[in-house]
């Protein structure tokens, strides 16, 4: 997977501020990078036009920063309507590989993130998402990856290895042990081995062909944990400053727009920076 064009939507506030930096350093030589800052519809015409203006002035000034060898690949719109709907379709119309968002206001725990415009762009969009968390001092150095085996997280962890081609790599995959009858216990533990030797097969042929496309130099060690999935990511995650992960539900009643109650909890409670991906 290769990185060509990141888009970044800002609310203006210096949360977005940091993800602007961040995208700016992910920013690929040749790349392309637009911020987009979406006025809300509805609001009395010379408000929003008023509120245009100064949003497009206050673009430009950021954008400043960017060197001027680098600074023809950037560029910043100012559109109104439907925040988040607004951000996944300039996504889609404009190739963008990487939609890059600020964490939103200061929400402890997961039931008050759902509704969100950050929720809803990671709930919808078909495009990976890198919500930014702390301030950029460095290129990303150490990426924890909590590998379901899902289709999602395989994308994730493609643009990872992208954005992050020189971090050491940790890939952690852990399930809860099966409830079953004692008669039960030995074929459960076998199919626990086939499906845990079926991920690894999976999480090493991605990095390979990932990294034999992009020349990537990770550093990459998989890890196998019967525990508690949250606690054995959350646990990890201290170490990180990136985390990856599929954002979907595998449940049976899962729908293809719900977050799994785990990547909820982990986008809130991670104080590192977190890359996620739909299937």
Same mark, same amino acid.
């Given at each position: 997977?290769?990185?060509?064009?990141?888009?970044?939507?800002?609310?203006?506030?210096?949360?977005?501020?940091?993800?602007?930096?961040?995208?700016?350093?992910?920013?690929?030589?040749?790349?392309?990078?637009?911020?987009?800052?979406?006025?809300?519809?509805?609001?009395?015409?010379?408000?929003?036009?008023?509120?245009?203006?100064?949003?497009?002035?206050?673009?430009?000034?950021?954008?400043?920063?960017?060197?001027?060898?680098?600074?023809?690949?950037?560029?910043?719109?100012?559109?109104?309507?439907?925040?988040?709907?607004?951000?996944?379709?300039?996504?889609?119309?404009? !190739? #963008?590989?990487? &939609?890059? %968002?600020?964490?939103?206001? /200061?929400? $402890? +725990?997961?039931?008050?993130?759902?509704?969100?415009?950050?929720?809803?762009?990671?709930?919808?969009?078909?495009?990976?998402?890198?919500?930014?968390?702390?301030?950029?001092?460095?290129?990303?150095?150490?990426?924890?990856?909590?590998?379901?085996?899902?289709?999602?997280?395989?994308?994730?962890?493609?643009?990872?290895?992208?954005?992050?081609?020189?971090?050491?790599?940790?890939?952690?995959?852990?399930?809860?042990?099966?409830?079953?009858?004692?008669?039960?216990?030995?074929?459960?533990?076998?199919?626990?081995?086939?499906?845990?030797?079926?991920?690894?097969?999976?999480?090493?042929?991605?990095?390979?062909?990932?990294?034999?496309?992009?020349? !990537? #130099?990770?550093? &990459?060690? %998989?890890?196998?944990?019967? /525990?508690? $999935? +949250?606690?054995?990511?959350?646990?990890?995650?201290?170490?990180?400053?990136?985390?990856?992960?599929?954002?979907?539900?595998?449940?049976?009643?899962?729908?293809?727009?719900?977050?799994?109650?785990?990547?909820?909890?982990?986008?809130?409670?991670?104080?590192?920076?977190?890359?996620?991906?739909?299937?």
């Amino acid at each position: 997977m290769f990185l060509s064009h990141i888009l970044v939507a800002s609310d203006l506030t210096d949360r977005s501020d940091r993800a602007l930096l961040r995208a700016l350093r992910l920013m690929p030589q040749d790349g392309r990078l637009t911020v987009l800052h979406v006025i809300a519809s509805g609001l009395p015409p010379e408000l929003a036009a008023e509120q245009q203006r100064a949003a497009e002035s206050f673009l430009a000034r950021r954008l400043q920063r960017v060197p001027p060898e680098r600074a023809a690949g950037c560029g910043s719109i100012v559109l109104t309507g439907n925040v988040f709907s607004t951000i996944i379709a300039e996504a889609i119309a404009r !190739a #963008a590989d990487l &939609i890059v %968002i600020g964490k939103p206001g /200061n929400h $402890p +725990y997961a039931e008050l993130f759902a509704g969100t415009t950050a929720e809803r762009v990671i709930r919808f969009s078909d495009r990976t998402v890198l919500m930014v968390k702390q301030s950029t001092r460095e290129h990303y150095q150490r990426v924890l990856v909590a590998f379901d085996g899902s289709e999602g997280v395989v994308r994730a962890f493609q643009m990872a290895l992208a954005i992050a081609p020189d971090a050491e790599f940790r890939i952690v995959h852990a399930w809860w042990s099966p409830h079953v009858t004692l008669g039960e216990i030995e074929a459960a533990r076998q199919e626990i081995h086939d499906e845990n030797k079926r991920l690894k097969e999976l999480i090493a042929d991605a990095a390979r062909q990932t990294v034999t496309a992009s020349g !990537a #130099a990770a550093k &990459i060690t %998989i890890d196998l944990v019967e /525990n508690n $999935p +949250y606690m054995v990511v959350a646990n990890q995650s201290s170490w990180a400053d990136l985390l990856v992960m599929g954002t979907h539900s595998k449940g049976r009643l899962a729908s293809t727009v719900s977050i799994g109650r785990l990547a909820r909890h982990l986008l809130i409670e991670s104080a590192c920076d977190v890359l996620t991906s739909r299937p």
